[in-house]
């Protein structure tokens, strides 16, 4: 949980979910990589691009399959990923289990 609240704050408070690396990969292919659930389902609350394949073809799909993550597999194999509905307006509104965690992290760098 505390991952995917992080992941949250980044966006934010700026960070791009958009960006690629000079391979292509964007973070949810590193999340998938990872085998971090809870991570893919916050990137997906954000609108973040979840099917985008990198230069060698591989989408965060994939990757799980490779590593053996398979609920992140699972997860990603929904219909809903194979669509263009990532241009929208991305969730702000922190989930109350973030809460508690974005007060710490508020207190500890005030």
Request: proline share 5%; charged share 15%.
């Amino acid at each position: 949980i505390m991952i995917s609240c992080l992941v949250k704050l980044l966006v934010d408070h700026g960070a791009r979910h958009c960006l690629r690396t000079e391979v292509g990969w964007t973070p949810a292919h590193f999340a998938a990589e990872a085998g971090r659930l809870g991570v893919l389902r916050t990137l997906h609350s954000l609108h973040a691009a979840m099917d985008a394949a990198d230069l060698f073809g591989d989408t965060p799909r994939r990757l799980a399959e490779i590593y053996g993550h398979q609920d992140c597999s699972r997860f990603l194999e929904s219909p809903f990923f194979k669509s263009n509905h990532y241009n929208l307006q991305p969730q702000r509104t922190p989930s109350p289990s973030c809460s508690s965690f974005t007060s710490s992290y508020q207190q500890t760098w005030s």
